[in-house]
């Protein structure tokens, strides 16, 4: 398979080439040149099969001509073999056509570790293959960064430098974080937003020479290998629901930087049926306004009860808007031009037309997230996280208006990453699971940073590599 950028201006990669750019030279984000597509048969099959080779099939298209099937399987038992559930990814039946998909049980506690644990072993073999070392550089609004570091962690060819904003991420989320004692880990608390650490991410990829010099690569949600090993959920439990119900269900995904329900939107053009997406925010609701009314329009972040969703810029976004305007790279980066430097876009009627076929939207304040999380342990005696609680909130109001469609809600996050929120909400306290009990009394490693794009590159130039054979750090 070959990858081109959204903006159509970056050269076209192979999936290897892509996975080590993250970003393209172009600013835009690389999607596959074709999406293959599933026979019925093929699917149902799925119902049967060990996760890790639902994965294995679904991936497998997109990496053809670079790894043998044989590999690919090795390395997606490999990747889910720290999971915590046989199922990996097990289906939860809250009520009738209603069930939650516990994507929680990997090493982080959050479904990051789903695309992340892949992403790590991929990069290894790649780098081991090429003999070289990468500068993995990232912004995370919680739990990417911790997913990242645990998927990276000692891995020989890879520096990995994560930016968190400073106090905007909770205890257990930074400590996942600061807490792992591994030479080739550096954290930074930014002074500002997640879109402020986002944005200095994108500047530093930006920066042809600091780019160079690092040999950065990237590991948020950009990356498209990750998007690929999400794919394989949405397969999984939907190719299960379908069977149980005899119907084509709606998945309900909690939403930032709209990754997660991008993967949906890929499963569905690769031919698992789908009824609709339905996109889920908290207060921080620019792509719930968008699909209302096809106007992109940036408001500050707010924080909000559910962190990980509190983002205005939707990154992968970008990568429906390539859709939606029939692959014309030229006008995705003119509307992403506008979009940075003059504020909103519209899209027109047409456009709207085909994206609400797919996609629905909804959004949660924080104390109707409370009600959900307590309702739902009183009700069923079933405890979620704040993203997840999002989630069933919009699933709901969604299902009221949609009678007899089965929905699938993703459960983003284990309700202990959250301990907090979920008590006030329900009065219960949360058990972290027995690997992670010692994160709060291990010393912590993190360096605080302002805003400025001058100090953050200095920072990373000294810290990373200092002793590489390749002479690349500086000083
Ligand atoms: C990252 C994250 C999200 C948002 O996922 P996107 O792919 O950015 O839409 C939702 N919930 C949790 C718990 C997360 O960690």
Redesign the pocket.
């Known amino acids: 398979m070959r990858y081109v950028s959204t903006r159509g201006k970056a050269p076209v990669l192979s999936f290897e080439d892509a996975l080590l750019a993250g970003l393209a030279s172009d600013g835009g984000l690389y999607v596959p040149e074709s999406c293959p597509r599933f026979e019925n048969a093929e699917l149902e099959s799925f119902i049967k099969r060990a996760y890790a080779d639902v994965a294995c099939d679904t991936i497998y298209p997109f990496v053809e001509g670079e790894i043998e099937k044989t590999d690919l399987r090795k390395l997606m038992f490999d990747t889910y073999k720290g999971f915590r559930h046989e199922d990996v990814a097990p289906l939860r039946k809250l009520a009738d056509d209603f069930w939650v998909l516990e994507l929680f049980h990997g090493p982080t506690l959050?479904?990051?570790d789903f695309a992340l644990q892949f992403l790590g072993r991929m990069f290894d073999r790649v780098l081991a293959e090429r003999k070289q070392k990468v500068t993995i550089v990232g912004a995370t609004?919680?739990?990417?960064g911790s997913a990242a570091i645990e998927a990276c962690r000692d891995r020989e060819n890879i520096e990995i430098v994560i930016l968190h904003p400073k106090g905007r991420v909770s205890d257990v989320q930074r400590r996942q974080m600061t807490t792992v004692d591994s030479s080739n880990v550096h954290n930074i608390a930014i002074e500002g937003s997640f879109d402020d650490c986002q944005d200095l991410v994108k500047a530093m990829f930006a920066d042809a020479a600091f780019r160079k010099d690092m040999n950065l690569s990237a590991i948020n949600?950009i990356n498209w290998a990750r998007i690929v090993a999400q794919v394989a959920y949405y397969m999984a439990a939907g190719a299960k629901v379908a069977a149980i119900t005899g119907k084509k269900p709606a998945f309900v995904v909690?939403?930032?930087?709209?990754?997660?329900?991008y993967a949906g939107y890929v499963a569905g053009s690769m031919g698992l049926p789908i009824e609709k997406l339905v996109v889920a925010t908290n207060r921080n609701d620019i792509l719930d306004r968008f699909f209302k009314t096809g106007i992109m329009k940036q408001a500050a972040v707010e924080p909000s009860l559910?962190p990980?969703?509190d983002i205005q810029v939707s990154s992968n976004f970008e990568r429906l808007l390539f859709e939606l305007y029939g692959r014309d790279g030229a006008a995705v980066g003119k509307t992403m031009r506008h979009f940075r430097e003059k504020g909103p876009f519209t899209l027109d009627e047409g456009m709207m037309k085909k994206a609400r076929a797919i996609f629905a939207s909804g959004h949660l304040s924080d104390d109707d997230t409370k009600s959900v999380i307590g309702r739902i342990w009183r009700e069923k005696e079933y405890l979620c996280?704040p993203?997840t609680a999002v989630g069933i909130g919009v699933a709901e109001e969604w299902q009221r208006q949609n009678p007899g469609v089965p929905v699938i809600c993703l459960s983003?996050?284990h309700p202990a990453k959250f301990p907090e929120a979920v008590f006030a909400a329900s009065g219960m306290r949360p058990e972290l699971p027995p690997h992670m009990k010692d994160i709060f009394t291990k010393p912590e490693r993190c360096h605080t940073l302002p805003n400025d794009l001058g100090q953050v590159k200095g920072y990373i130039g000294k810290s990373v590599f200092p002793l590489s054979p390749l002479g690349r750090g500086v000083g």
């Open positions: 959050a479904f990051k609004s919680g739990d990417t949600s909690p939403t930032g930087n709209f990754g997660n329900v559910s990980s969703m996280d993203h983003t996050a």
